[in-house]
T-cell receptor
């Protein structure tokens, strides 16, 4: 069965500092991997996704993520965080045969200090 | 651009009452999903509909029923609400359930069962 672990429940960074959110997955073959962001009171919005090819993927809002098969990781990064990035972030894994049935991690809440 | 629309946004029920959450998408997507989100537990799939006329159970289907009314609409029904069903419910859609799997979410419906 597929699973996702986000080790950090809550992260606080200062505005302008760099950010890395961790995601580890379990899946037998090459997975479909996603990062979603949820602002307070809103639904989830896709930041980026990985299916194949280049292991460094670029997303919206200046985010990127790197797929590392050897570490079963798909960490999300941003070089300089803005106050508007404060939100909850979810990593998700989907199977190629049924990618719509994604399994989500428990989420990481990001707080940005001024 | 409405995207995925859920109603109602908030609802309070008493134990044993029934209700239906409505979801509609205007993106001509084939697949639709219902998730619940609980603190510290990420999103869990309740039911999904890969295409019009089909529905399947997800990870946590007990206590729920669904209807794919047409291609646009996918409703979730609680026949006899229980306090354990207090949650935030998200409807989502995707082009199909077996492709890239990017999900488009509604803004959520917050349900409290007393």
């Amino acid at each position: 069965a597929q699973s996702v672990t986000q080790p950090d429940i809550h992260i606080t960074v200062s505005e302008g500092a760099s950010l890395e959110l961790r995601c580890n997955y379990s899946y037998g073959a090459t997975p479909y991997l996603f990062w979603y962001v949820q602002s307070p009171g809103q639904g989830l919005q896709l930041l980026l996704k990985y299916f194949s090819g280049d292991t460094l993927v670029q997303g919206i809002k200046g985010f990127e993520a790197e797929f590392k098969r050897s570490q079963s990781s798909f960490n999300l990064r941003k070089p300089s965080v803005h106050w508007s990035d404060a939100a909850e972030y979810f990593c998700a894994v989907g199977a190629p045969t049924n990618a719509g049935k994604s399994t989500f991690g428990d989420g990481t809440t990001l707080t940005v200090k001024p | 651009n409405a995207g995925v629309t859920q109603t109602p946004k908030f609802q309070v029920l008493k134990t044993g009452q029934s209700m239906t959450l409505q979801c509609a998408q205007d993106m001509n997507h084939n697949s639709m999903y219902w998730y619940r989100q609980d603190p510290g537990m990420g999103l869990r799939l309740i039911y999904y509909s890969a295409s019009e006329g089909t529905t399947d159970k997800g990870e946590v289907p007990n206590g729920y029923n669904v209807s794919r009314l047409n291609k646009r609409e996918f409703s979730l029904r609680l026949e006899s609400a229980a306090p354990s069903q207090t949650s935030v419910y998200f409807c989502a859609s995707s082009w199909t359930s077996s492709d890239t799997g990017e999900l488009f979410f509604g803004e959520g419906s917050r349900l409290t069962v007393l």
